[in-house]
């Protein structure tokens, strides 16, 4: 119903059948949640030079059942962020700009994940009967199928899971040889969460890539932190997915060294059969 749909949604679809005064005081609150939301009836009409009558009639307007309603729905959608709904701080695009965005990212994420924690997760999965890797949402899906990608090809037995259900299922047949792969960007993937508190209770090796002190980071058994280094520009994709790949690159490449006889004869075998497939010089990527 429309009554529950969000508030700036409803305000920018309804602007053409408002009446004048009502279009100022649509046009000042879209330009500042923050104070639509906090200032009080009087100070609403003063800024948006209106009558309080006005202010009263424009809740209506919009489906609020009063002023108050709608500063409570105005304060639930603050909470999205107010770069969602109009300009701040543009920053500078280009060629240059975005990797310099990614460049910095990847530069003070180098520095929170130890030897010793990498240590520690290559012997959780290094004896694991099988890896499965969990992740849901546009980064983490395509992140966890690069894992199985990276693992396969070191003779692991891997595979990435994205769907809810199936993650669930799959953490409800694990036990404790095998170990499990979280990836979440900010570690509040309730799915992924789910499905990890499921291969817990089995006594699953569990090595999470994600935040610090979030709700997913706590179940690890082993965490390797990452940080997201988001800005209040909204229109660049998030660097957050290089930097979860560079872990998951530094995972596959210590796990390799780790079992080096193995995953040297896995790879000669792979390049084999890709040459014979597609023909290429020595120096030819493995796959990628």
Do not use: W
């Amino acid at each position: 119903m429309q009554n529950e749909s969000d508030i700036v949604s409803i305000i920018t679809e309804s602007f053409g059948q408002l009446r004048d005064a009502e279009k100022k005081v649509a046009q000042l609150i879209l330009a500042d949640l923050d104070f639509a939301a906090n200032a009080s009836i009087s100070e609403l009409s003063a800024a948006a030079e209106v009558s309080e009558a006005s202010i009263t009639r424009f809740a209506k307007a919009i489906h609020c059942k009063n002023v108050r309603d709608l500063k409570i729905r105005l304060a639930q959608s603050l909470a999205v962020g107010q770069r969602f709904v109009s300009d701040v701080n543009v920053e500078p695009t280009g060629i240059s700009g975005i990797y310099e965005t990614i460049t910095s990212a990847l530069n003070h994420n180098s520095q929170l994940i130890t030897q010793k924690l990498v240590d520690q997760a290559i012997e959780k999965l290094s004896g694991a009967r099988q890896i499965l890797i969990f992740g849901v949402g546009g980064g983490s899906t395509m992140l966890a199928q690069e894992m199985q990608y990276r693992l396969f090809r070191l003779g692991f037995a891997a595979t990435a899971y994205s769907d809810p259900m199936l993650m669930r299922m799959a953490a409800a047949t694990m036990d404790s040889n095998d170990a499990l792969i979280c990836l979440s960007m900010g570690g509040f993937s309730p799915d992924v969460l789910a499905a990890a508190e499921i291969a817990a209770q089995s006594q699953t090796n569990t090595v999470v890539i994600s935040k610090a002190g979030t709700p997913l980071a706590k179940i690890a058994d082993v965490l390797l932190p990452i940080e997201s280094k988001e800005t209040d520009y909204i229109f660049k994709p998030t660097a957050s997915r290089y930097v979860m790949m560079a872990a998951i690159d530094v995972l596959a490449t210590e796990l390799a060294i780790k079992h080096k006889r193995k995953s040297r004869e896995k790879l000669r075998k792979l390049k084999v059969s890709l040459d014979k497939h597609r023909g290429g010089a020595d120096r030819q990527a493995l796959g990628d």
